[in-house]
């Protein structure tokens, strides 16, 4: 038996709908918001973290506390990004489906100037790792002739010590910053998926799984933290290289070329090795769908699995769906391996020793010192590029697929909110000639009429299966209406019932943890019907 209370005075905690909560919540302001420590502080004071001193300082002598950490930066509050995500999202969505870009949207919600100017930070800052490359070429040539007076040779000393720490200040700040926007990235998506997830109309929810809703507000959503992160790198890579190989070209002239043949290797090695990784992830992501999906109604069930003894044929199942994702996992470790790992290892080792080997026969002449001082700092540069690279692609065509599901998820169809009163005022729900459906699928509730006074108690009874939950659920929306009309009298929620006990007295299963108070314990009691028990 489910009973249904249309008036409220009937349900002792009143009637709410979601979008009233959200809206008090968003309009509220924050009880006890605390400062968040980074907040006003200049890019130097982030660089060295200097903001953080007095939380060293106590975490020395003490235990930290929540407290000492400060409050969320109020640039990171879903809260306060959600509004513009959801007006250009809805701008995007108006566009052909060819043309939508959620990368776009969640660009223009952080703002595209904060993107530029992390680039601007991390660029500068990888530029200028090869400045002390070029002095050292010249210092060396310094021994042989003697032309730089003691005054310059100490200033060119000083700036090759010095511009790695300003090199790594710059670098350092640039990346704060990509991590701050991918954070907000994640938030506000979190926050939409969420969203989302209540709006979605019967056909909709038919089309997603559990398994695939945790997976994209859990991992899919991760991948954006560092996203402006891998995005920077990406963009640096290439100018970091046409870099070193102008300096390195200026050095060694044509030798060089070696080192363009080989990168023009690994890279082409790489993006091939990239698109197969992409292909094999978005089916790997499929069947984890299905492996959470599978745990967590056996999780749900947990009760049934264990009255009847089901526990080896549904770990066989989980076993056999896990063996289904691990053969695309081996698949995705294998090209990982070899298109990136292989090629990052064999080929930045084979740079210096292809090079050194072949001046001599381009040139007629042994290389001097101060050439291969300067290429063995080049190539170390170029090494360091190529390190992050493979990882930098890998992750980049990995969030492409993740952000293709997301988007896809943001464009189902919702619910179409037909907010009809009823005819009689009197009557709390109307409901004419209706047909419900689970989606496409054949009716589940055909010809249903019936009409529900306000202030009444109605109690719907039938055996299992037979619709009971449907017809409930068909009031709020959650089935799709294909005949007649729904009328409802202002706002109204369903409270199911879930009834569960801990393994204590029925007092403490009441308290759940807090202090017992008599008044206040037994006006609870005579809520909840348990003066019997």
């Known amino acids: 038996t489910i009973s249904f209370y249309a008036d409220p005075k009937h349900f002792p905690f009143g009637t709410f709908d979601i979008k009233s909560m959200v809206s008090e919540l968003e309009n509220s302001p924050h009880k006890g918001e605390q400062h968040a420590l980074e907040e006003g502080t200049s890019w130097?004071?982030?660089?060295?973290?200097?903001?953080?001193?007095?939380?060293?300082?106590?975490?020395?002598?003490?235990?930290?506390?929540?407290g000492d950490l400060g409050g969320c930066p109020k640039q990171l509050r879903s809260e306060m990004l959600y509004g513009k995500?959801?007006?250009?999202?809805?701008?995007?969505?108006?566009?052909?489906?060819?043309?939508?870009?959620?990368?776009?949207?969640?660009?223009?919600?952080?703002?595209?100037?904060?993107?530029?100017?992390?680039?601007a930070f991390c660029l500068s800052g990888s530029l200028i790792k090869l400045v002390p490359s070029l002095l050292l070429s010249t210092l060396t040539n310094d021994?042989?002739?003697?032309?730089?007076?003691?005054?310059?040779?100490?200033?060119?000393?000083?700036?090759?010590?010095?511009?790695?720490?300003?090199?790594?200040?710059?670098?350092?700040?640039?990346?704060?910053?990509?991590?701050?926007?991918?954070?907000?990235?994640?938030?506000?998506?979190?926050?939409?998926?969420?969203?989302?997830?209540?709006?979605?109309?019967?056909?909709?929810?038919?089309?997603?799984?559990?398994?695939?809703?945790?997976?994209?507000?859990?991992?899919?959503?991760?991948?954006?933290?560092?996203?402006?992160?891998?995005?920077?790198?990406?963009?640096?890579?290439?100018?970091?290289?046409?870099?070193?190989?102008?300096?390195?070209?200026?050095?060694?002239?044509?030798?060089?070329?070696?080192?363009?043949?080989?990168?023009?290797?690994?890279?082409?090695?790489?993006f091939f090795g990239m698109h197969r990784y992409g292909t094999e992830?978005?089916?790997?992501?499929?069947e984890t769908d299905k492996r959470v999906k599978l745990i967590s109604d056996v999780c749900n069930g947990i009760r049934t699995v264990k009255y009847y003894c089901w526990e080896k044929p549904f770990k066989a199942l989980i076993d056999r769906s896990r063996e289904s994702e691990l053969v695309f996992i081996r698949k995705i470790a294998n090209i990982l391996a070899g298109y990136f790992d292989a090629v990052t290892v064999i080929i930045p080792k084979l740079m210096p020793v292809l090079c050194f080997a072949a001046y001599p026969y381009v040139t007629g002449s042994s290389i001097p010192a101060s050439k291969a001082f300067t290429l063995i700092s080049l190539l170390k540069q170029i090494e360091s590029s190529i390190f992050y690279s493979p990882w930098c692609i890998?992750?980049?065509?990995?969030?492409?697929?993740?952000?293709?599901?997301?988007?896809?998820?943001l464009c189902l169809e919702e619910e179409k909110e037909a907010k009809e009163s009823t005819a009689d005022p009197e009557n709390a729900i109307?409901?004419?000639?209706?047909?419900?459906?689970?989606?496409?699928?054949?009716?589940?509730?055909?010809?249903?009429?019936?009409?529900?006074?306000?202030?009444?108690?109605?109690?719907?009874?039938?055996?299992?299966?037979?619709?009971?939950?449907?017809?409930?659920?068909?009031?709020?929306?959650?089935?799709?209406?294909?005949e007649g009309a729904v009328r409802v009298s202002g706002s109204f929620a369903l409270s199911e019932q879930q009834a569960w006990i801990i393994n204590d007295s029925v007092r403490n299963n009441v308290l759940m943890g807090?202090?017992?108070?008599?008044?206040?314990?037994?006006?609870?009691?005579?809520?909840?019907?348990?003066?019997?028990?």
């Open 430 to 482: 109307e409901v004419e000639k209706a047909t419900f459906a689970w989606g496409d699928e054949e009716p589940c509730l055909k010809d249903v009429s019936l009409r529900i006074k306000k202030g009444s108690l109605v109690a719907v009874v039938g055996d299992t299966g037979c619709g009971k939950s449907s017809f409930l659920l068909s009031l709020l929306g959650a089935l799709t209406r294909r």
């Open 394 to 409: 890998s992750a980049m065509a990995l969030m492409n697929s993740s952000m293709k599901r997301i988007s896809h998820f």
């Open 281 to 286: 992830r978005v089916k790997c992501l499929a």
């Open 143 to 270: 021994l042989k002739e003697n032309q730089l007076t003691g005054v310059q040779r100490v200033i060119y000393s000083l700036l090759i010590a010095f511009m790695p720490v300003i090199s790594w200040m710059a670098w350092v700040y640039g990346q704060t910053l990509c991590i701050h926007l991918g954070a907000m990235m994640r938030s506000v998506l979190i926050n939409g998926i969420y969203r989302k997830s209540f709006l979605l109309s019967s056909r909709s929810r038919c089309s997603i799984n559990s398994g695939e809703l945790t997976n994209l507000m859990s991992s899919d959503s991760y991948f954006l933290v560092n996203y402006i992160y891998l995005l920077v790198n990406l963009i640096i890579i290439p100018f970091l290289l046409v870099a070193s190989l102008c300096i390195a070209y200026i050095n060694v002239g044509s030798t060089c070329i070696i080192v363009f043949v080989l990168e023009f290797v690994m890279y082409g090695t790489m």
């Open 85 to 119: 995500f959801d007006a250009y999202w809805k701008k995007e969505c108006a566009k052909p489906e060819d043309q939508r870009s959620l990368f776009s949207v969640l660009f223009s919600v952080v703002g595209r100037w904060q993107v530029v100017k992390a680039l």
């Open 44 to 66: 130097l004071n982030q660089s060295w973290l200097s903001y953080m001193t007095p939380q060293f300082r106590k975490a020395k002598k003490s235990s930290l506390e929540t």
């Open 514 to 533: 807090s202090a017992f108070d008599a008044t206040r314990f037994a006006r609870v009691i005579a809520a909840a019907q348990m003066q019997s028990d």
